[in-house]
Each structure stands twice: as structure tokens, then as C-alpha cells.
């Protein structure tokens, strides 16, 4: 999404901005706070933190957006074009093309900042981009469960539900194993576990369910749900070993792994 944003929208001026759900922008006190942050703005910059987008303005300030369980950003050629259900926030451009925010659950958002992002300290670093020491530093010491700990965003942003369980099985590594008593070789196996499953995850332009909740800029599904090694595969065989691919719940989720393979 941020590789389709940068490609697409690189320079474009906001004309007008249409709010019409409000959760969509809380952080905001109304409507015609978050239109006057951006109409007349120029889009410069686009990066990513976790799972948060950042698109940098000539403003200095910096749109956020999170697309949480079901938010969809969708770019359309122009403002006749046809508009989806549960479109909460519109942003035209001075080319006439409009960038939607599309989210049935409405728990994604937008918000404009400052670019010190006081609402992005907490996180932990990249995942994507965190070096060996860094995420050797940031398990070390902790008791929690591996499954819990990748998801804590505060330890390292970015890992879901699905690919903390494809990073386990690619590891080798029981999802209740606690941090602080992986090994060495163990520590350095999650990590590159971790760069080489998120990395597919991008080239294949991310996982899309049968919801079909998660699609590109274009409104195109992900390829790398054909990929999964675990997630979703209950009663499949493991492509390593096998055996049937077993389904528990941890921390409210569902997950996926292989009772032989992972240690």
C-alpha cells in the first residue's frame, strides 16, 4: 500500500476533503478540522511505521492512516466514479482522481499530526527493517509467549495475527516459548524468520481472506494468502513434515501451527 501510494500520489494537491464518518477521523473534533488540515496540501513523502502509513505534507505535518481489521484506502479516477458502501472519508485532488477510505468496521482512521508523531512513540521498531542486535535486545529478558510478544506492537510494529504464526512456523518455534529462554541460535532463527516472511508478504502484495477485506489501491487482492504455510490450513498437511496443521486459540486469536515441526 505505501509502495501504490508513493507511485500514485506523489505530488498530488488536495482540493477538498469529505468526512462523513466520524469515527473514521476521532482523533479530529469534527469534520472541518481535518478538511482545513489538508485541503491545499501537497503529498511529498510516504512511509510506514508497523502497520501505520505516513504521508508527509509540504505543511511539515504528516496524515496517518491505520486500516485496522476491515480499512480499505481506494483510489478512483474521478469523483464520478462509482462509490462504495461504507466510504467514511473522501480526499479529491486538484486532477480530479479521490482517494477513499473505505471501512465497514470503522475501527481504521485517519488523522493529520505533527511530524515529531507524538501518537507513534509507543511502538517498538519496524519489523520489517529491525537489524539482528535490535530484535535480539528487544526479546531479551521478556517472559511473555512468543505468539503474544510478536503481536505486541510496543515490542515491534507491524506483525499480525496471520504472519506471527507463518514466522513461528518458518522458525521452527512453539508459540508458547517464552523469550527469555529461547537460545542464541534460536533468537537469531526468529529474526530471520520474521525478514524473510514479511518480505514475501510484500512482494506478493499481502494476504487477502475470503472477507476480501484486504485489497491494494486498485481494489486488487493480495497473492500472498496462496503462500501460507499455516494460517487458515487446519487439517492440511504441514509442507515440512506432514502432519495435520492444528488450530488453538491464543490471546483471543486463532492459531495455526504444526505440533511436530515446532519445538
Known sequence: MRRDLAGALGGAVVADVAATGPRSIRRHPDAATFRAALVGTRLETFGRWGKYLLV??????????????????LLAASTADPVAKHSHVHVTFTDGRQLR???????????????????????????????????????????????????????????????SDEILWTAGLRWSRQADRL?????????????????????????????????????????????????????????RCGRPIERIVVAQRSHFWCRRCQR
Open 183 to 239: 537460545r542464541p541460535v534460536e533468537v537469531r532463527r526468529l529474526h530471520a524468520a520474521t525478514t524473510e516472511v514479511l518480505t514475501a508478504a510484500v512482494e506478493q502484495r499481502g494476504s487477502s481472506l475470503a472477507d476480501a477485506q484486504y485489497v491494494d489501491l486498485s481494489g486488487r487482492p493480495g497473492g500472498y494468502q496462496e503462500h501460507h504455510a499455516v494460517y487458515g490450513r487446519m487439517g492440511a498437511p504441514c509442507p
Open 101 to 163: 477510505f473505505v471501512d465497514p468496521r470503522t475501527f481504521g482512521e485517519l488523522f493529520v499530526t505533527t511530524a515529531a508523531l507524538p501518537e507513534l512513540a509507543g511502538l517498538g521498531p519496524d519489523a520489517l527493517g529491525v537489524d539482528a542486535a535490535t530484535f535480539a535486545a528487544r526479546l531479551r529478558g521478556r517472559r511473555a509467549r512468543l505468539k503474544p510478544l510478536l503481536l505486541d506492537q510496543r515490542v515491534l510494529a507491524g506483525i499480525g495475527n496471520i504472519y
Open 56 to 73: 508527509g505534507l509540504d505543511t511539515s505535518d504528516v496524515l496517518v492512516a491505520h486500516l485496522r481489521m476491515s480499512g480499505q484506502l
